[in-house]
């Protein structure tokens, strides 16, 4: 058996205990139900959505930063020069 170390907010934490009490499991047990459910479906069991509005928004920039590529003629000869130039700097 091994230990995990997770972060997470004061305010969830409380809350999540809470439920978890009154179904009579902890937090440990609680994990431990989710990593295994992971296992055996090899999928996060729930789905997993972004905000519409949210959505929206990003395809707009994509679709910015698409017309702009377009535009300036922008092409690589590696994948690792299109990384560079999109993160810049931070590229590692």
């Known amino acids: 058996m091994s230990s995990l170390h997770i972060r997470i907010d004061e305010p969830t934490k409380r809350k999540v205990q809470k439920i978890l009490k009154e179904l009579g499991l902890d937090m440990s047990t609680a994990v431990n139900m989710y990593f295994h459910k992971i296992a055996l479906t090899k999928s996060i069991p729930f789905p997993i959505e972004m905000d519409a509005e949210v959505s929206a928004k990003l395809d707009d920039i994509w ?30």
Request: net charge negative.
């Open 63 to 92: 679709e910015r930063e698409i017309q702009e590529a377009i535009k300036e003629g922008a092409s690589f000869d590696s994948s690792e020069e299109l990384h560079k130039d999109i993160l810049g700097s931070a590229y590692a």
